[in-house]
């Protein structure tokens, strides 16, 4: 089993940054991928970017050049830096580990919202 407590969202300002964390405990060698989702109201969840354990990543293309995905030396906590934000990047931005061998685990969620 993997826990995932996410933070770093809350309210910037159009054109501003806000760094997200998702740390990991338990079994984080069973981690085989995270990614970053985002959920806005009355629209479906939106993958944004994930890591793979060897570190390969990828990021949806809504947010390319924008948004980027990075994890610590230790491998316990994923990031996503969003630079660059709009009002349409306002969410409940939420990360997911699936295992090598076991099911998903899923954060809670941290609201990310961008308005002036």
């Known amino acids: 089993q993997v826990q995932l407590v996410e933070s770093g969202g809350g309210l910037v300002q159009p054109g501003g940054s806000l760094r997200l964390s998702c740390a990991a405990s338990?079994?984080?060698?069973?981690?085989?991928?995270t990614g970053w989702y985002r959920q806005a109201p009355g629209k479906q969840r939106e993958l944004v970017a994930t890591?793979?354990?060897?570190?390969?990543?990828n990021i949806a293309d809504s947010v390319k050049g924008r948004f980027t995905i990075s994890r610590d030396n230790t491998k316990t906590t994923v990031y996503l830096q969003m630079n660059s934000l709009k009002p349409e990047d306002t969410a409940v931005y939420s990360c997911?580990?699936?295992?090598?061998?076991?099911?998903?685990?899923w954060g809670q969620g941290t609201q990310v919202t961008v308005s002036s």
């Open positions: 997911k580990s699936d295992l090598i061998n076991g099911p998903s685990s």
């Open positions: 890591i793979t354990s060897n570190g390969r990543t």
């Open positions: 338990g079994s984080i060698f069973s981690i085989y991928v």
